[in-house]
């Protein structure tokens, strides 16, 4: 065989492969997603993560990896939205780093993941502080000179 020959039969073999290889598994419509959540957003969905089976595009499940199980968010399997469960605190942790992974209900089709890095907005969630700490004035009842007067000047 000439190396002409051979080369072909491998550069063929590798294509042909590479299509297998993207074709089997479970693609996300992005790599990764970013989104933005203020710290006094309430609980609810904040992205909704898509990703198609090569075979059924109906036939996908979605689940948080277990490195980024956390009590303040979840993934719905069924449908994909990344939903906040708690409150988020700026002051704490301003960035939550998630790993998402789609896998293909019947299993026979490869599964992918993605990351979704939410950034928290800071929120001016501070109580009102007063300059003052007490007010206080004196009134007297029966004093009536004057009226009407200012009681705090
Ligand atoms: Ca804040």
Known sequence: MDPATIFKIITNSTWIVTQLMSGQSVQFSQKNYVVQVSEAAAP???????????????????????????????????????????????????????????????????????????EVLDANDHSPIFAVQRHEAQITEEDNHNLPRPVFT
Do not use: M
């Open 44 to 118: 609810g969905t904040i992205l909704l993560l898509q990703a198609v089976s090569p075979d059924d595009e109906a036939a996908v499940l979605y689940k948080l990896a277990s490195d980024s199980a956390s009590p303040l968010f979840r993934v719905d399997a069924q449908s994909g939205a990344l939903q906040l469960l708690g409150p988020l605190d700026f002051e704490y942790q301003t960035q939550h780093n998630l790993t998402v992974i789609a896998t293909s209900k019947d299993g026979k089709i490869g599964s992918n993941e993605a990351h979704v890095t939410v």
